[in-house]
């Protein structure tokens, strides 16, 4: 690709399904059918190794640009750290801004720095979008290597489809074990249902028992909801229950997604249709009334809601304080296991201008004060072992989240494989489009389900073609 221009297809082949990946909500389903994949896709090849030209050894200037979330990287942060690294400057590009994103690469004047969610990693290596950081994660003394918690090896890999060894491309920043349940005690008590004990973790099976006995209606309002969990990330949640019975969403070159011809997998979606159809959860005929899910819990209006550790934080409100409990995450199929789904973290871009000074701040925002800050805040575990006592502990029901933490990180569960052709929002959007088609009757189930393979394998034909060229 020239640096000096770039063509509307250079464009599409640097973002590609990525851009869709880059913003949390957005929504745009594809349509008609995939045409099968004639050559072996580049992606599954290991990427080139990219390291710094010198690790820093003496004093680093320059200028850093930061694809961040403005929120979590701040003006006030900034100018803390310009502060104390005088002649290493950050410039923001704000992460709700995607395609600038990607015009700046495709430009070949990238920003240095970039926010990232674990299911976009493997596109972006497939891409060669990214830096191998080991050389800097070697030589540093504050971001060591043993001291890195297993979710990070998310940013490790031997190549896009072998996530989790190898080269480390960068970091989380915080995550979560995200398949642990909130209990409103209150709506159990209501429906005259006992708590779930914490100490014997749930099937899905029982949860959908649960749902159905706390749920609450008067007429076609809903009173409570039953179950809350997060719609966007479908695909994930289906992939971890899948990888219990050691089975794939995918084919084993990633070239197809398979629902209709795996029963586990078609089971899999009739336990969500169901959740819809019975208005046990929210669903794109009845919205959430709170904006999302999350909202509904600490409103008060839902009776269990599937988030990780981070929702602690936050799910004590004044309609929901001392009656919150948090459960183990459940099992599909009696194998336990607790993944972080997001691991939202910070790589550096393969062509970073800067690099050196951006290992700066990349060292400075993963593990000083930023780190230190965020861990003691609630908001995730901290991505370093060595962080993990400014958890806090001070109410019984810090204590109680930390318990169960604790026992869900000992599962040792390894990351999920992403899909290197797809960004993170295809599945979803083609679920939710058929998914509401089906709940209207517009649609029988298996048609619901044929029509998002179709979708899917197109969007993966795109992608694998993207990458190839």
Same mark, same amino acid.
């Given at each position: 690709m020239s640096k000096k221009s770039f063509s509307r297809r250079d464009m599409l082949k640097v973002s590609g399904p990525l851009i869709a990946g880059a913003v949390l909500?957005?929504?745009? &389903?594809?349509?008609?059918?995939? &045409? !099968?994949? $004639?050559?072996? &896709? +580049?992606?599954?090849?290991? @990427? @080139?190794?990219?390291? &710094?030209?010198?690790? @820093?050894s003496k004093k680093v200037e320059g200028n850093v640009v930061a694809f961040h979330d403005v929120k979590e990287l701040t003006e006030e942060l900034r100018a803390q750290f310009e502060s104390d690294h005088p002649g290493i400057t950050i410039e923001f590009v704000d992460r709700e801004e995607p395609a600038r994103l990607f015009a700046m690469i495709a430009a070949g004047t990238p920003p240095d720095l970039i926010r990232i969610q674990a299911p976009s990693i493997p596109g972006y290596l497939a891409r060669g979008l990214i830096r191998d950081l080991t050389p800097y994660f070697e030589a540093s003394t504050v971001l060591k290597m043993d001291d890195l918690l297993p979710a990070n090896d998310y940013y490790k890999a031997e190549s896009a489809l072998e996530i989790g060894t190898g080269k480390i491309y960068g970091m989380c920043k915080d995550f979560s074990p995200d398949f642990t349940i909130f209990v409103f005690k209150k709506a159990f008590d209501d429906a005259g249902v006992p708590v779930p004990d914490p100490a014997k973790p749930l099937t899905y099976t029982e949860v959908l028992d649960l749902a159905r006995k706390v749920?609450?209606? !008067?007429?076609?309002?809903?009173?409570? /909801?039953?179950y809350g969990y997060e719609a966007d990330w479908i695909d994930r949640i289906w992939m971890n229950s899948l990888a219990e019975v050691g089975q794939n969403l995918y084919s084993a070159d990633y070239r197809k997604i398979v629902i209709a011809g795996n029963d586990e997998t078609k089971g899999l979606a009739q336990y969500y249709f169901d959740l819809a159809k019975d208005n046990l959860s929210v669903n794109p005929l009845n919205p959430s009334p709170n904006g999302w899910a999350g909202g509904d819990f600490t409103a008060g209006?839902?009776?269990?809601?599937?988030?990780?550790? /981070?929702?602690?934080?936050?799910a004590e409100t004044d309609a929901t304080k001392g009656q919150v409990v948090m459960l183990p995450g459940p099992s599909w199929s009696g194998q336990r296991r607790d993944p972080t789904m997001t691991a939202t973290g910070m790589v550096m871009e393969a062509e970073a201008r800067n690099p050196d000074a951006a290992w700066v701040v990349f060292e400075w925002f993963n593990g000083g004060q930023p780190a230190l800050e965020r861990a003691a805040s609630g908001w995730g575990v901290p991505a370093l072992k060595s962080m993990m006592n400014l958890i806090p502990q001070e109410t019984d029901f810090q204590k109680q989240c930390l318990q169960v933490l604790q026992a869900e990180l000992d599962l040792q569960t390894p990351p999920l494989q992403f899909n290197p052709f797809l960004g993170e929002t295809e599945v979803m959007n083609s679920w939710k489009t058929h998914l509401e088609q089906a709940l209207r009757g517009d649609i029988t189930f298996d048609e619901m389900i044929s =029509?998002?393979? $179709? !979708?899917? =394998?197109? +969007?993966?034909?795109?992608?694998?073609?993207?990458?190839?060229?």
């Open positions: 909500a957005s929504c745009a &389903p594809r349509a008609t059918e995939a &045409p !099968e994949a $004639t050559a072996a &896709p +580049a992606a599954t090849e290991a @990427p @080139p190794a990219v390291g &710094p030209t010198s690790l @820093p749920s609450k209606k !008067e007429g076609d309002r809903i009173l409570m /909801w039953g209006l839902l009776g269990m809601m599937q988030y990780g550790f /981070w929702f602690s934080a936050m =029509n998002v393979e $179709t !979708e899917v =394998n197109l +969007a993966i034909s795109e992608g694998i073609s993207r990458i190839s060229g």
